[in-house]
């Protein structure tokens, strides 16, 4: 992580008082809440609609802040302690964390899109990590400011940086790329995440595609080349290069003799290797999730031996793509750290095609606008009752999932609850035992609460 004297602090960013009494001291590492703070740490004190860290700062030094940050407009900074005034406390978060990148010079890839982030921020570890030392983004600190927090985290033996970026607006993705300065870009995907307050998906493209903003002199975007969104965009951008990836052989990457099980995806990358590929994922968005980090693990000379084992290697986040041991035999596919349609038809199609009696446990997908209840009862009418025995939906959103699927279904095959304690109830009940059970939705329902109470 960082560490710098204060006089070196105040050549990376803009400081407007005189801290020439404190230029031989120094801080370790950087925090913007005093209940995680660390000896050592410089605090940042940072403005939101409920709070005002400013009023947190004597208690950080207390806790052992070794100096702190104080936006200019705030009166009465601490006397006697190591504090830089600057002009705003979050830009000047950003810019040390941009400074620090400068002063690393890692490689950095930067990952975007509507689905698949996480996953493919965790592949690129995996593989990245068989020949350079890597930092990647921990857990969701993928805005504003959890990105510069996950740079100013780096250790400075750090080689590959390998960042998540996440947006809601419009103009967010610029900022965190033009922090962090992407060797390599990917677009994981365009989906409908965020129709809420972005309006189209023709918007979402528009947002996701500003990652390029901020790519070096030379650097590469890789994207899903059957996505017209993104494509028409960049064939008018001379002065970026540009690789894709996808299902045809019109990519630059594209899969081959595919096969999926619980325990995974295997795959030839025709180009690459003769030999299969194996991801411990299964579905074929895990399979494209893979083939844009192969393209960026080339970019940086990884060879393909590597590649392979860092596939075969990889260890998923909480709640993405998680099996588990249920109750009675069965077991359990918990994907219910987030949801969109896409996300949603992915992992229910990678799903239904899996051996044995399936039940599906489909939450609310969020923050979907004003078409949200047909995007829900067009989920309820894909799914085949020739493949899943019974539907259990929760939410105010997902009983348009239950209603769409009763059509098809027979009348006691799906159920629908606002209350997952009756879920649970019924849901157990029709367990004989040996099923497996996947369970999807967007976060804020937390349907892993469920899941917990069907482990074994």
């Known amino acids: 992580m960082i560490q710098r004297t204060i006089e070196q602090l105040a050549e990376m960013i803009k400081v407007e008082n005189d801290v020439s009494a404190f230029k031989e001291h120094s801080i370790k590492g950087v925090a913007f809440d005093t209940r995680i703070i660390e000896e050592g740490n410089l605090f940042v004190p940072l403005r939101s609609e409920k709070a005002d860290g400013h009023q947190y700062v004597q208690m950080a030094l207390e806790n052992g802040a070794a100096a702190v940050l104080w936006q200019k407009d705030e009166p009465n900074p601490p006397k006697n302690a190591p504090v830089l005034i600057v002009e705003d406390t979050l830009l000047a978060l950003q810019e040390l964390a941009h400074s620090y990148r400068k002063q690393v010079a890692p490689k950095v890839v930067g990952i975007t899109g509507s689905n698949g982030k996480t996953t493919t921020k965790d592949i690129a570890a995996s593989v990245f990590s068989e020949k350079y030392r890597v930092h990647k983004t921990d857990g969701n600190f993928n805005n504003h400011i959890g990105l510069p927090i996950t740079i100013l985290l780096m250790p400075e033996d750090t080689e590959v940086l390998i960042l998540e970026m996440g947006m809601n607006h419009t103009g967010e993705i610029s900022v965190l790329t033009k922090i962090a300065c992407p060797d390599v870009a990917i677009i994981t995907n365009i989906g409908e995440a965020h129709l809420q307050e972005l309006g189209s998906r023709k918007a979402i493209a528009e947002a996701k595609l500003e990652i390029i903003e901020g790519l070096t002199e030379n650097g590469l975007l890789v994207y899903p080349g059957s996505e017209l969104l993104v494509s028409s965009k960049v064939s008018s951008l001379h002065q970026y290069r540009f690789q894709t990836f996808g299902e045809s052989s019109e990519n630059d990457l594209y899969p081959a003799q595919i096969k999926i099980d619980e325990n995974g995806s295997t795959f030839i990358v025709p180009g690459l290797s003769n030999e299969s590929l194996f991801i411990p994922l299964a579905g ?173």
């Open 284 to 456: 074929n968005h895990n399979v494209q999730n893979a083939l844009a980090v192969i393209l960026a693990a080339r970019e940086l000379f990884i060879p393909t031996s590597s590649i392979k084992q860092g596939l075969k290697s990889v260890k998923m986040s909480n709640m993405r793509m998680e099996w588990h041991q249920g109750i009675k035999g069965t077991k359990i596919l918990n994907d219910a750290y987030n949801a969109s349609p896409t996300s949603m038809r992915a992992v229910i199609s990678m799903f239904s095609n899996m051996k044995g009696e399936k039940i599906v446990v489909l939450g609310d997908m969020l923050e979907l606008g004003e078409e949200e209840i047909n995007y829900h009862q067009q989920i309820g009418d894909e799914l085949d009752p020739r493949k899943i025995k019974y539907v259990f939906t929760y939410g105010n959103l997902g009983k348009y999932i239950a209603k769409a699927a009763k059509q098809h279904f027979k009348d006691d095959h799906v159920f629908a609850f606002t209350n997952k304690d009756e879920l649970i109830a019924t849901l157990t009940s029709k367990i004989i035992g040996n099923e497996i059970i996947l369970f999807k939705a967007s976060r804020g329902v937390k349907l892993e609460e469920v899941v917990d109470a069907l482990k074994r």
